[in-house]
């Protein structure tokens, strides 16, 4: 039986104070559940947020992390550093960072290696764009983002890692993919993993991630090969995101 997971991924809003604010409503409004929840926040707010969450179910993510040790990276976060603030998942090769910084499916692959050098769960997010899928290269494209990384990183390190399915053309769009489409391509990615390892393939957690909401999650969620959720938008009102998290 796999344990659920909500992700919230605050990307580059809010403040110091209005992200203590989130986080210390959503502690408050925790309650009991059996899946895990983290939130992944900007770096500068690691610290105040690692403070806030200790002894709680609530555990910190980063959203990405440098691809290399340490050294002359201008503007780099390494893993160690991330260490340092209990991060216990850090996202890698989100969509934003693929299309916006440069970010490739090998770069990608370092960071996940570089995470788990540190013992920090990367979050893999894969996931196609809307021309791909209209030119059915979906599955092309999930197999290119995950070979990738089992290329650098060996199949055993998937048993230590999430990975999000996010179509491109769902987040942030309001556009979700359907609960069937979504299971689609998760059980695509299960299968993927089993052919190279059954017993990794049953225990990973595959979230899915674009334009999740209170009024879907539910369904999304129910779906066999969907694990929980990587929520952008709808992580930064602790309401809604409380609502997602008790629809598991
Ligand atoms: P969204 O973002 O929920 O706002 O679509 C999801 C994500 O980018 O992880």
């Keep these: ?132 899928r209209e030119q059915d290269k979906t599955f092309a494209v999930i197999d290119a983002q995950l070979s990738a990384v089992i290329s650098l990183a060996g199949i055993e390190a998937f048993s230590k890692a999430v990975v999000a399915y996010e179509p491109v053309w769902a987040i942030g769009t309001g556009k979700t993919a359907t609960d069937d489409e979504a299971q689609e391509v998760h059980h695509y990615i299960r299968q993927y993993v089993a052919a190279k390892d059954q017993a990794i393939a049953d225990r990973i957690q595959i979230l899915y991630g674009g334009s999740v909401k209170p009024n879907n999650a539910g369904g999304l969620f129910a779906m066999p090969d969907i694990d929980g959720g990587l929520i952008g938008g709808a992580s930064l009102d602790a309401e809604s995101f409380l609502k997602i998290y008790h629809s598991i």
């Design 1 to 132: 039986m796999r344990q659920s997971l909500v992700v919230g991924n605050w990307k580059m809003n809010g403040t110091r104070s209005s992200s203590e604010l989130l986080a210390k409503s959503i502690i408050t409004g925790l309650g009991s559940s059996s899946a895990n929840i983290a939130v992944c926040v900007p770096y500068v707010y690691l610290f105040a947020i690692n403070e806030l969450i200790k002894n709680t179910p609530l555990a910190l993510g980063a959203q990405n992390v440098a691809d290399k040790l340490s050294g002359a990276y201008t503007g780099e976060i390494s893993a160690v550093m991330l260490g340092e603030f209990n991060c216990k998942y850090a996202l890698v090769g989100h969509s934003e960072r693929r299309s916006y910084y440069g970010d490739t499916n090998e770069s990608v692959a370092a960071r996940f290696c570089q995470a788990q050098g540190e013992a920090i769960i990367p979050i893999l997010c894969i996931g196609e764009t809307l021309e791909q």
